[in-house]
Structure formats: structure tokens, C-alpha cells
């Protein structure tokens, strides 16, 4: 089995991460991700409000994030687990998620505070 690609956090490039960001499935994706904290696997993530991703697309979408240090994925039998990089990622560019994430609004679902 290959061994997955994980960008040190020094070479993490804010482009890759806009990048990253700019598809609104894969933000909704990535919030659930550092929502869940622990590590979710990929098929927890398969359904984004009343639309199913296709596993194809899911695991292009991991990768992206994955490629662009947002995320780190540990191999667990079958399982592919996720873990969020956001405290990593916020420090070395403070706020850039949080201003990313924040103008995308909340979650499918979840309704606005106020």
C-alpha cells in the first residue's frame, strides 16, 4: 500500500489552502471534520444535508485537503480516519480558517445565531 502524502506544516502554502477551501462541498467536509475532533472516517462524511457524495468524489475531496496540510488521515484496517490540522494550520496563519469558514456561514442544517 502506498504511504499517503502529509505536507509538513512549514510547507504548507496559504494558496493550497484557498484553494482547498474554495468548493463548498469540501468546506462543508473540512467543518465536519474539525468539528468531530477525533477522527472521523471518510463514509461519515458521504452525506452533506440532503445531497450523498459519491465515494469517488468523497475520496478526491479528502485528498485535496489532505494534500493541502488541512487534514491528516491515518489508515485503520478497511477504515481511513481524519483528523483536522486546524491548531497547526491556525498558527503558523492566524485566523485564515476561521475568516474562510465564517464566510461560508453554518453548516447545512444548522441555523444562524441571532
Known amino acids: 500500500m502506498r504511504p499517503l502524502f502529509h ?5 504548507v502554502r496559504p494558496e493550497a489552502i484557498l484553494y482547498a477551501l474554495s468548493d463548498p462541498e469540501r468546506v462543508a467536509i473540512y467543518a465536519q471534520i474539525a468539528g468531530i475532533g477525533s477522527g472521523g472516517t471518510c463514509t461519515a462524511f ?3 444535508g440532503a445531497r450523498v457524495i459519491p465515494k469517488s468524489s468523497l475520496s478526491q475531496h479528502i485528498k485535496v485537503l489532505r494534500e493541502a ?10 477504515e481511513m480516519r481524519n483528523h483536522s490540522r486546524c491548531m497547526e ?9 476561521a475568516a474562510i469558514l465564517s464566510a461560508y456561514g453554518p453548516p447545512p442544517g444548522e441555523a444562524k445565531a441571532g
Open 69 to 78: 496540510g488541512l487534514i491528516r488521515c491515518e489508515r485503520h484496517g478497511v
Open 89 to 97: 494550520v491556525d498558527d503558523r496563519f492566524p485566523g485564515l480558517l
Open 7 to 11: 505536507p509538513a506544516i512549514e510547507d
Open 46 to 48: 458521504s452525506n452533506l
